[in-house]
């Protein structure tokens, strides 16, 4: 694993929690010697405030979780995303959509692995709707017709896993708000920093299938993957901003100290495990 690359990259849409700090610590330890990154994933100007950034930065260095390395805000860099859209959409991979999110649900036959609704090809097939904001999606039978089928992907531990790129459906790689989306620029992003490793959580393990079919669309190298498994909330579900995980900076003002902070996350993180199987593959 010496010389590995891997990065953190949270979105500032609150304040850091113990969640974070686990992806943060996942990295940090999967990284070679200097090769731990944070990367702001902060696309979306409505929930991704500099207050939370700034907050974030912070809470990080206390951690002693914030490398020396400089800190890459995708918000800084929507031209070079632009680049590869208009990349794809020369050689007739993407093209324009006006369906609602209703006219999507309604339309729908199914869920993709994620949970999303599958978009069921209305404007490939017939073209957006006149004045309309469009959104433009990846044409996914096309995509990996060009590619050679479903690529898979390596999972630390577990060695290859197949991919279901197909069972999404035709995703969006621009959004009407932002003019581009997560599966993009983090795809893009990952190759531009060299990341070897990318490290995440399990939530974000479905979507890998997409990822791998912009990385050989786009000629970019093939990392490795290493999800980690998630901390969970007394419901059972994922520990979150959304469900009132408890900030970092409110532990800092209870007095404990980062040490405590790291043990204390990666304690909820047994107790997650105990009651999950996040068995891949």
Not at 78 to 100: A, I, M, N, Q
Not at 125 to 152: F, N, S, Y
């Amino acid at each position: 694993m010496a010389g590995l690359l891997t990065r953190f990259a949270p979105s500032p849409t609150g304040y850091l929690h113990l969640g974070h700090v686990i992806s943060a610590l996942h990295a940090r330890d999967h990284a070679g010697p200097d090769g731990y990154r944070v990367r702001i994933e902060d696309i979306d100007p409505v929930r991704c405030l500099p207050l939370y950034t700034q907050a974030l930065l912070d809470d990080l260095a206390w951690l002693g979780l914030l490398p020396p390395a400089p800190i890459r805000r995708q918000s800084e860099h929507f031209p070079s995303y632009h680049l590869v859209l208009t990349r794809l959409k020369e050689r007739r991979l993407l093209y324009p959509c006006g369906c609602t999110r209703q006219e999507v649900a309604d339309a729908s036959h199914g869920y993709a692995p994620d949970g999303s609704r599958i978009y069921p090809g209305t404007c490939r097939d017939h073209g957006p709707p006149e004045g309309r904001p469009l959104v433009w999606r990846l044409d996914m039978g096309r995509a990996l017709a060009e590619i050679g089928g479903e690529p898979g992907w390596v999972e630390t531990g577990k060695g290859r896993i197949g991919s279901e790129a197909a069972a999404f459906g035709d995703v969006v790689l621009a959004r009407r708000d932002t003019g581009v989306s997560y599966h993009l620029c983090v795809t893009h992003d990952d190759a531009l920093e060299n990341i070897d490793l990318v490290t995440r959580g399990m939530d974000l393990f479905p979507v890998t299938s997409v990822h791998r079919v912009l990385q050989l669309l786009l000629g970019y190298p093939e990392p490795v993957y290493a999800h980690h498994p998630l901390i969970l909330g007394a419901d059972g579900r994922k520990l979150s901003k959304r469900t009132g995980a408890e900030a970092i900076r409110g532990l800092r003002a209870q007095g404990l100290s980062a040490r405590e902070v790291r043990a204390l996350a990666c304690r909820a993180l047994e107790e997650s495990q105990a009651q999950t199987d996040y068995s891949v593959g």
